[in-house]
């Protein structure tokens, strides 16, 4: 990312680009000018909130203007979300303007003709999951099956596998039409593997977020709550081996709504995130960050206290292998 695409950009948003000092930024490039910041955000675009507040912090910045291609509108939103003078601006073709804030995503209801699958993945032995209008089973919080779209017609067809790659594989050696059975055998494989005491698995080693969650599902009282159960992200994952913070929804003690970001490693970006993923399932609860142990930087303590409603970290003890 070169100094002069910043500058030409800031430019178009009045910015006297004659006193920027550049500074580094991980995900692009950025410069101070006096109390303001600007960054051109190059590389994962819709995780580059939290690391530019927290690079704001650092360089004693008290206005901050992000300039993205990719997510302007998502930035936006949760950029509000702070206490905290943000502007967030779209770039399109070297066009520059202000970016609208993007509303949360719409709830989408599972296909009735997927809807029959749930019974069958819940009698494996899987936990039957919703996301943004997917039916999915998972073990111990690693998807083994989904519910994907026949080739002709909207009728639906379960597959058997972690991943694409593995649902492919399962159909060449067993066929397309999956079974309880199977799908029960694979299910028994998986929970194996991620109990606690397995040895070190490939199978133990994806989706450590949604494991965590699944365990503080089980005993709520890891976080202080008294009842959860799992929500849809704010966003969509793309990839059942990508590692996403995942939600979940429920009470604490006294009765009042939490909303429950769960995270297995130290990621930068999970304030935003877990701001925007209450800000869609229920703006007025409290917002708790569950990661596991040692994960919680001072910096990522005083990014949550930045938030208009402020987030608490959660920290609960990995699995033991």
Not at 179 to 208: C, K, M, Q, W
Request: hydrophobic share 45%; charged share 20%; net charge negative.
């Amino acid at each position: 990312m070169s100094d002069a695409r910043l500058r030409m950009a800031a430019s178009q948003c009045g910015a006297d680009t004659a006193s920027f000092e550049s500074v580094d930024f991980a995900f692009g490039h950025a410069a101070t000018s006096g109390a303001q910041g600007w960054i051109y955000v190059a590389e994962q675009h819709a995780r580059a909130l939290s690391p530019a507040l927290l690079w704001a912090t650092k360089h004693n910045v008290g206005s901050l203007n992000v300039l993205t291609e990719v997510d302007a509108e998502v930035l936006a939103r949760r950029a509000q979300l702070f206490d905290f003078d943000i502007a967030v601006w779209a770039v399109n073709a070297g066009r520059v303007t202000r970016a609208t804030a993007a509303n949360p995503l719409p709830s989408i209801d599972v296909p009735d003709s997927h809807e029959r699958f749930a019974l069958m993945i819940e009698t494996s032995g899987a936990d039957v999951m919703r996301e943004h209008g997917l039916l999915t089973g998972e073990v111990l919080g690693l998807e083994v099956c989904r519910v994907v779209n026949e080739d002709a017609g909207d009728g639906g067809r379960l597959e058997i596998g972690v991943g694409a790659h593995d649902r492919e594989t399962f159909q060449l050696v067993y066929g397309r039409d999956a079974t309880v059975e199977s799908l029960a055998r694979v299910a028994g494989i998986v929970r194996e593997h991620r109990t606690e005491g397995s040895v070190p698995h490939p199978l133990n080693r994806l989706a450590p977020e949604r494991l965590l969650r699944h365990r503080i599902i089980s005993s709520p009282e890891l976080v202080g709550a008294k009842q959860l159960q799992p929500v849809e992200p704010p966003v969509i994952r793309m990839n059942v081996k990508d590692e996403m913070p995942c939600v979940a929804f429920g009470t604490l003690a006294n009765g009042s709504p939490v909303v429950v970001v769960c995270t297995a490693s130290i990621d930068i970006d999970v304030v935003a995130f877990g701001a925007d993923a209450r800000l869609r399932t229920a703006p007025d609860a409290e917002l708790f960050i569950a990661t596991h142990a040692n994960n919680v930087t001072p910096s990522l303590h005083k990014l949550a206290q930045s938030l208009r409603n402020p987030a608490r970290f959660v920290e609960v003890s990995p699995v033991r292998r």
